[in-house]
């Protein structure tokens, strides 16, 4: 079996804020590829946790793949922008500017499980809204052609009673 090549890295320190079902910690980003990147935080991350990294604009979304005490490797199912997220790097300094950049974002944390809820009541909602456009379609064409059927005989009694 033969192994992949492993996608080019850029060593970077990087301080960012991440999002994990109990909310938002701070961490420091010490390496990036096109589809991943190796965070180290504080809070231990748990393999298979699926988390957000937040760092001014740039949002990237993916899954722990590996772990141990401090660090942690996350992987992404589409790749992102290095550079957006590299965006102002430096040295990591508790507290000051680069942590203000970093701060999270003020709207309402919802956890993985409440978003995964509303996307599914979301898709619920388009998923009835489908099946009363094609049962309004079909009784539409159903009382087309009983119109057309009943139609027909009185189009017969009309043509005799005009005939001289």
Known sequence: MALRPRQPRRAVRI???????TGWIDATVHNVSHRGMMLQSPQPLQRNQF???ARGQTRVVGRIVW??????GLQTQEA??????QAGAGRHRPGGERRREARAPTKPVRSFQE?????RMI??????????????????????????TL???FAQVEAVLAAP
Not at 80 to 85: E, G, H, P, R, V
Not at 128 to 145: D, E, H
């Open 80 to 85: 992102f922008d290095m550079d957006a997220l």
């Open 15 to 21: 301080a960012v804020r991440v999002r994990t079902d």
């Open 151 to 153: 139609s027909r005989p």
């Open 51 to 53: 988390v957000e990294i």
């Open 123 to 148: 898709g619920r909602s388009m998923e009835r809204a489908v099946v009363a456009i094609v049962g309004a379609t079909f009784a539409a064409l159903i009382a087309a052609q009983a119109l057309d």
């Open 115 to 119: 978003q995964g809820h509303h996307a």
């Open 67 to 72: 772990s141990d005490a401090a660090r942690c």
